[in-house]
């Protein structure tokens, strides 16, 4: 049984199909199912990481292991996940990191992940560890203002980036959850291209078949776009400071999902014909 953790999230709701199109037996953790959207396949199950007792464990031989990453409480909360994990017998955990690891960066959001890498990697079980960078399912947020004032505001400074495609985030988890050789692999997962902000949006704008204005905003207004969006003060606060401090970092590609899947990377292109639909 393989235990998903954050399994409504971004890459969750990839990873659960995922998972069991592959024939692999699915345990989807979720605050409250009744509300969850999950695989009707999977057995969707209650749990809050902020109480590691609640997490059904028994019977399961590898996890997923994602949390937001936002700030220290995560890590303590996959430090604990990690040693239930242990005690409860579970072979393999796959933890979702950052590409901002293995650039040493010290931002709170990157701390943090780096800080649960290392708990990871001393439970106990064997471990691979995925390092993502800036996911295409970011972007979302774009496609309200792009529709409704035929633009897009960006805040300036904002770096080329090399997205990378959830599901293709997806695909490697569930090859390291279901076949072996993964083990004590880290893995940095990039898409096969780094587009400016300008090029992101035009893309979009030809996906949604209508003129997008890319438009850049001083910090302050972003973040009281962020704010209005609902984004919490911490987070907003931590995805500043990686920016800052992944300015030239974004747009390395890696060439691992072309490695490990056999096939190149989903573009930005498929992903904003797929949210513009």
Do not use: C
């Amino acid at each position: 049984m393989i235990l998903v953790l954050g399994a409504t999230g971004k890459v969750g709701r990839a990873l659960v199909p995922a998972l069991l199109d592959a024939g692999a037996p699915v345990r989807a953790l979720t605050r409250d199912p009744a509300r969850a959207r999950i695989d009707p396949r999977a057995e969707v199950v209650r749990g809050d990481l902020d109480d590691v007792g609640s997490v059904p464990l028994a019977g399961v031989s590898r996890v997923f292991v994602l949390t937001s990453g936002h700030g220290g409480d995560s890590a303590a909360r996959e430090t604990a996940l990690a040693a239930a994990a242990a005690r409860a017998g579970v072979a393999h955990l796959v933890k979702l990191s950052t590409t901002g690891v293995h650039f040493g960066q010290t931002d709170p959001i990157t701390l943090a992940h780096a800080h649960a890498e290392q708990a990871i990697r001393g439970a106990g079980p064997a471990w691979t560890i995925l390092r993502p960078g800036a996911f295409m399912d970011n972007r979302r947020f774009w496609l309200h203002s792009a529709r409704t004032d035929g633009a897009v505001y960006v805040p300036e400074g904002d770096p080329a980036s090399a997205l990378v495609h959830v599901r293709d985030i997806a695909a490697v988890a569930t090859l390291a959850l279901t076949t072996p050789g993964h083990e004590g692999a880290t893995y940095e997962l990039t898409g096969g291209e780094a587009l400016t902000p300008a090029q992101q949006v035009a893309i979009l704008g030809d996906a949604l078949g209508r003129a997008v204005r890319y438009v850049e905003e001083p910090e302050p207004a972003a973040r009281a776009r962020m704010l209005a969006l609902g984004w919490p003060a911490q987070a907003i606060d931590g995805t500043f400071e990686l920016k800052r401090q992944s300015a030239g970092r974004e747009d390395v590609v890696f060439d691992t999902v072309e490695r490990l899947l056999g096939r190149k990377p989903l573009t930005f292109a498929e992903w904003a014909r797929e949210a513009a639909g």
